[in-house]
């Protein structure tokens, strides 16, 4: 069976890579619209090699008989519309962070909590989740299964695409400008990201912390289906593509560094590269365009009882967010719109 798509948000960061996951993976398609904003009306996206789409205004865009309905524009947009589109009958994978926290609305790292897909038709609305939460994820589960989760302490390192591609053109303006001895205009992010690091990424809340840390306590609590103690920071680095983060875990139980790796080597969607030497390890700019979620500088903490320290690094657009969404509507073709007997219980 082939089903038609649309993909709303289609000039964005995430959206564009939507288009190239689906293309790439041969989602099985019978037709494919590109939406986006009414500035974006006459331009053109690609979809594979040879095809290329007219971007549609969204307000003149109708959502009779699409299949899914992939959102990536921003949680206004998901707000007014992903309902619009959910009623009508479409299945709506959202990339906003606009649903996550609503109990109905499952959020979906498939190699991690496959199962939640199943309240999936309380509202036709599933939630792909932040692009650190989710990689830290698929960390954790193992390890949780494993031994059991006490306390995790997680600094980011993010990319600027994270922000959007007026972020992305940000950091390459004031570069150039800083090379050519002109101001680095800032309008996009807080202070400027070129040559510097700014420890704030979305808005304060009154506690201190900012909107991205909660996001990724409260999303990664409600993938895991536990209530672990979380300490995080959250960094915006002049990086242009790629999401890294230095992570420390408290486990309840003993768990060693061996073992650990031998869980991780199990579970899909990780790879391992941690040689212990001078370049044996993956750094942002090394996982551009790559699916799985790497980990390095795998070793214990000695300052804790039960602790381990690691590095991940992944592509926040592909993983942390087009791939994570394809892959959501796949499982859901798999397990639910074409049921494999195999799968059935
Ligand atoms: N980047 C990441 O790593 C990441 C990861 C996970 C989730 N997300 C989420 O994904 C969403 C998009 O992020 P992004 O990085 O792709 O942003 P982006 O590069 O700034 O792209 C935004 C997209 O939304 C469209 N849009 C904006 N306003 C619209 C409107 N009123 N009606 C219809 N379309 C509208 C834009 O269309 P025009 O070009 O026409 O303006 C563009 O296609 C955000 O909610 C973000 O939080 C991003």
New binding site residues.
């Given amino acids: 069976m082939k089903y038609r798509v649309a993909v ?10 939507i288009l190239n996951t689906l293309a790439e993976r041969n989602f099985p398609i019978s037709e494919i619209q590109a ?7 006459g ?1 053109r996206v690609s979809f594979g090699e040879d095809i290329v789409l007219d ?1 549609i ?3 003149e865009f109708d959502f009779t008989g699409f299949d899914f309905v992939l ?8 707000a ?2 992903a309902p619009i589109a959910a009623e009508m009958g479409c299945i709506v994978i ?5 649903f996550r926290q609503e109990l109905e609305i499952p959020l979906i790292v498939p190699e991690v909590n496959p199962e939640a897909l199943a309240s999936y038709r309380n509202c036709n609305i599933i939630a ?4 650190v939460a ?1 990689p830290l994820t698929m960390a954790l589960k193992p390890l949780h299964d494993a031994a059991g989760l006490r306390r995790v302490v997680v600094s980011t390192y ?2 600027v ?8 053109d940000e950091l390459f303006n004031q570069t150039r400008a800083i090379y050519m001895n002109q101001p680095a205009i800032k309008e996009e992010l807080p202070k400027q990201i070129a040559f510097n690091v700014i420890p704030q990424v979305d808005i304060f809340l009154p506690d201190g912390t900012t909107f991205e840390e909660t996001k990724v306590v409260l999303e990664t609590q409600k993938i895991l289906g536990v209530e672990v103690a979380m300490a995080i920071t959250c960094v915006r680095v002049p990086v242009f593509i790629g ?1 890294s983060m230095a992570v420390a875990v408290e486990l309840e139980n003993p768990l060693s560094v061996g073992e650990a790796r031998a869980l991780w080597r199990e579970f899909p969607g990780l790879s391992i590269i941690d040689y212990r030497q001078e370049d044996g390890y993956v750094t942002p700019i090394e996982v551009v365009g790559e699916d799985p979620v790497f980990l390095s500088r795998i070793r214990s903490d000695k300052s804790v009882e039960n602790g381990l320290l690691f590095w991940i690094c992944s592509d ?2 592909r993983k ?3 791939l994570n969404a394809v892959q959501i509507a796949e499982k859901l073709i798999s397990d639910y719109l074409e049921p494999n007997p195999n799968h059935m219980t």
Wanted: glycine share 14%.
């Fill in positions: 709303v948000g289609a000039t964005g960061n995430v959206g564009r890579e939406v986006a904003s009414s500035l974006s009306g331009q971007v205004p969204i307000t959102f990536s524009a921003g949680n206004l947009v998901s007014e519309f959202d990339n906003s962070s606009h792909n989740p932040n692009c989710l993010q990319s695409s994270g922000a959007g591609k007026a972020a992305m999401h926040n657009l942390g967010a087009a």
